[in-house]
Nanobody, 115 residues
Framework: QVQLVESGGGWVQPGESLRLSCAAS????????MGWYRQAPGKQREMVAI???????IYADSVKGRFIISRDNVNNTVKLVMNSLKFEDTAVYLC?????????WGQGTQVTVSS
C-alpha cells in the first residue's frame, strides 16, 4: 500500500503558475507509475501527466508545453509545475500511484484559475 498527500493548490489568475507536490509514504523506486489527474465539477476524471519509474513522461494534449511533471525517487515526491494556467485548468488535482495492479489516490488539492 501507499498513502499519498498532495499540497500546493490554490487560487491564481490566468497566465500565472502554480506548483503541486505529492508526498508518498513509501519509496518511489517500488512504484512504476506516478501521476496527476484532475476532476472538474460535472466532468469525468482525466489524466494530466504521468511519469514512469525510469523517466518517461506522458502529458495530456491540453497541458503539453505548459505543465511539467517530475519525480524524485530519493525524497518520494512527485511535482507538477503548471505554467500559463487557463480558466479550464480549474479542478481538483489528484496524485496517483500504480502499485501491484492497484491504483492509489490522494485526497486531492483544489486549483482555481479565475480573474
Amino acid at each position: 500500500q501507499v498513502q499519498l498527500v498532495e499540497s500546493g493548490g490554490g487560487w491564481v489568475q490566468p497566465g500565472e503558475s502554480l506548483r503541486l507536490s505529492c508526498a508518498a509514504s513509501r519509496s518511489l523506486f517500488s512504484i512504476d507509475t506516478m501521476g496527476w489527474y484532475r476532476q472538474a465539477p460535472g466532468k469525468q476524471r482525466e489524466m494530466v501527466a504521468i511519469t514512469k519509474r525510469w523517466g518517461s513522461n506522458i502529458y495530456a494534449d491540453s497541458v503539453k508545453g505548459r505543465f511539467i511533471i517530475s519525480r524524485d525517487n530519493v525524497n518520494n515526491t512527485v511535482k507538477l509545475v503548471m505554467n500559463s494556467l487557463k480558466f479550464e485548468d480549474t479542478a481538483v488535482y489528484l496524485c496517483s500511484a500504480e502499485l501491484a495492479r492497484t491504483t492509489y489516490w490522494g485526497q486531492g488539492t483544489q486549483v482555481t484559475v479565475s480573474s
